[in-house]
């Protein structure tokens, strides 16, 4: 008997495969940078355990309770139907998805914290099926992997934070939909938003004009800036952007002077950044160097950190991972509004000017 009548295929994201047997799927996620493996053998609940011969997590499946260590992990729990069986996250005051938040106000789920702070014997306690977590590559911040493992229970690496590709992030959906036999739900949703993103990422293939764009911001007096191959440098690109460091071939963010950034991004017509900003006023605050930059001058600046709730957590880094078509309507309605005339900004706010104009 074949257990399991839908099926994924994946289209977009690199960081892990599916194998669909008669009562079974074997799951494999790959770390990208250390290229370490993690298999996971996930068993129709009442029906035999293959012996595979393979290093892998056993689980049964559908997933009955689960424990969540990032909050990017809640909006795809929330598509496929499945956030009653959340049991405990992260943090609290990251938490942006207003049913989970219901839950916190309610008192249903428990907080645990993250990395080398995760309160390991309050997830003992709770005694979760699965313990959905990431990976940093800090040996520090990853330890509890290891301390979860044995202990018991079992920790389930989900890494969609680390596709270079909008759609390859978004595609994880599929990736939790695997332990709750809910790949329907996770393949109509997948469908409709790449459907989306690349019908509009199709309108801004023929622009004639496109705008060069800086991004990043500094740390401690470094520039970190997203490298050439990021997702963000994706974002712009689909977005009928300029990248100004597009010919680098990193996945992740690039430490840099200040010099080298200054040279390559001074003309750019638009800075996208992460910082807590409103104003252009506190970005010249924090550093006057910051107004010579072209797109200072020009009030062209733009963060991300417009949907924010109360307690300072990023629904960018949470909602936004799952709606990449809705970012990029943002990055497009930024860029080129004449295509998304009836586009209001989601993600992105527009720095306010500098008080008093920009005087040289």
């Given amino acids: 008997m074949d257990y399991f009548p839908d099926r994924i295929a994946i289209e977009y994201a690199k960081g892990?495969?599916?194998?669909y047997h008669n009562n079974y799927k074997v799951v494999t996620v790959k770390e990208p940078e250390s290229e370490q493996l993690y298999n996971y053998v996930l068993v129709q609940r009442g029906t035999p355990v293959p012996d595979l011969g393979i290093d892998a997590i056993v689980i049964e499946i559908p997933v009955k309770s689960i424990v969540a260590l990032s909050t990017t992990h809640l909006p795809a729990l929330e598509i496929t139907g499945e956030l009653e069986k959340l049991k405990a996250v992260n943090s609290f005051n990251t938490v942006n998805t207003p049913v989970v938040r219901e839950m916190i106000d309610e008192g249903r789920i428990k907080e645990l914290?993250?990395?080398?702070?995760?309160?390991?014997?309050?997830?003992?306690?709770?005694?979760?099926?699965?313990?959905?977590?990431?990976?940093?590559?800090?040996?520090?911040?990853?330890?509890?992997?290891?301390?979860?493992?044995?202990?018991?229970?079992?920790?389930?690496?989900?890494?969609?934070y680390k596709e270079p590709d909008p759609l390859g992030?978004?595609?994880?959906?599929?990736?939790?939909?695997?332990?709750?036999?809910?790949?329907?739900?996770?393949n109509?949703?997948?469908?409709?938003?790449?459907?989306?993103?690349?019908?509009?990422?199709?309108?801004?293939?023929?622009?004639?004009?496109?705008?060069?764009?800086?991004?990043?911001?500094?740390?401690?007096?470094?520039?970190?800036?997203?490298?050439?191959?990021?997702?963000v440098a994706q974002y712009l690109e689909d977005a009928g952007a300029i990248y100004f460091f597009s010919e680098d071939d990193h996945t992740a963010s690039v430490p840099l002077d200040y010099e080298a950034v200054f040279d390559k991004g001074k003309d750019a017509d638009y800075w996208v950044s992460s910082?807590?900003?409103?104003?252009?006023?506190?970005?010249?605050?924090?550093?006057?160097?910051?107004?010579?930059?072209?797109?200072?001058?020009?009030?062209?600046?733009?963060?991300?950190?417009?949907?924010?709730?109360?307690?300072?957590?990023?629904?960018?880094?949470?909602?936004?991972?799952?709606?990449?078509?809705?970012?990029?309507?943002?990055?497009?309605?930024?860029f080129h509004p004449e295509l998304v005339q009836e586009h209001d900004l989601v993600y992105f706010k527009q720095l306010k000017p500098i008080s008093g104009g920009n005087e040289e």
């Fill in 16 to 19: 892990f495969t599916v194998e």
């Fill in 113 to 160: 914290g993250s990395g080398m702070n995760t309160n390991t014997e309050l997830i003992v306690s709770i005694s979760p099926e699965i313990v959905m977590t990431t990976t940093t590559g800090v040996p520090d911040y990853d330890k509890h992997i290891k301390e979860l493992s044995d202990l018991g229970l079992k920790p389930v690496i989900n890494i969609e």
């Fill in 169 to 186: 992030r978004a595609e994880w959906v599929k990736y939790i939909s695997l332990f709750f036999n809910k790949e329907k739900e996770a």
């Fill in 188 to 231: 109509a949703y997948f469908s409709n938003v790449s459907s989306l993103y690349n019908d509009l990422k199709s309108k801004t293939a023929s622009v004639e004009n496109k705008p060069t764009v800086m991004s990043g911001d500094t740390w401690q007096g470094i520039w970190y800036v997203p490298g050439g191959n990021s997702f």
């Fill in 275 to 334: 910082g807590m900003w409103d104003s252009l006023d506190e970005v010249v605050a924090v550093d006057p160097v910051y107004a010579k930059f072209k797109a200072v001058k020009d009030g062209n600046m733009y963060t991300n950190y417009f949907r924010v709730n109360e307690h300072g957590g990023n629904d960018y880094y949470e909602s936004g991972i799952v709606r990449p078509e809705v970012v990029l309507a943002d990055l497009v309605s930024i």
